[in-house]
């Protein structure tokens, strides 16, 4: 079956009129009129009532119309949003995104989206605390662990990964760890969790298994930022994102501690609506934080 012809057949069908459909389809109305006769005979079947005022459907035509008109509504939408997709990203782009992973890694990737695109502007709100997707107005967030709105599309990243660090001068005036028993001897920085007003456990990866290990000390943070300020200040052993302070660790003013036992890691996703997935603007940021290192 023609599928041209089928949409040509719901244009008449929706104007009930040969003069109108021409000139809305930028046909002739010959052109038209043989377009139809030609799927009348493909089909075995009389679509339209012609007479010398109107145009109407047959029962056939009917038929055919209602199968097929929300069926070509869905092919028009599907190419509009191809084309959408295609198309330069511009506009507000507005994420949420844990402090620490947004300065240290949605910072760049932001920044050289919007040199490659002048008519892009981001807004990106960088918090620990857990925002509203729909209520705060955000096209997407970056949010860690598992997923619980099933409204919500998860685009999985790569996980985060958690190391021992202390400094230098830290370790040559107390001491270096060489096991998790060791930690009950040091000054350990530690974070509380904002939403549940704890102290966040340090975890390890022992025979396959994530332990907790409860650990103590003198200066308590409401936020990971200051847990690699901490340490670099030589306050203290702290347990970090690897992408914090993979920059100190090269540069010496952190070393690894406790290597033997992996630090754990943890899920992060970029997450926002169905209606947002063929956003031009959210598909370029998406692609190129996937591409980004950490």
Known sequence: MDLNAVRLLVRVAETRSFTRAAGDLGLTQSGLSRAISRLESELGVRLLQRNTR???????????????????????EAEKLMLDRRSNPSGLLKISTPSL???????????????????????????????????????????????????????????LRWVTVAAPAYLARFGTPHCIDDLKHHNCLTVRNLRSGRLVDWQFMIDGRVQDVSVEGRLIFDIGDALVDGAVGGFGVAQVMDFAVRDDLAAGRLVPVLEDVAGRSRAISLVYPPSRQYSPKLMAFAEALANARW
């Open 54 to 76: 109107s145009v109407s459907l047959t029962p056939d035509g009917q038929m055919l119309y209602e199968r097929s008109a929300p069926l070509l509504a869905e092919l028009a």
């Open 101 to 159: 992973f947004g300065r240290k890694v949605v910072m760049p990737v932001i920044g050289e989206l919007t040199l490659c695109y002048p008519e892009l502007r981001i807004e990106a709100v960088m918090t620990d605390r857990l925002v509203d997707i729909v209520d705060e107005g955000f096209d997407a967030l970056l949010r860690t662990g598992e997923i619980q709105d099933q409204r919500l599309i998860a685009r999985a990243l790569p996980p």
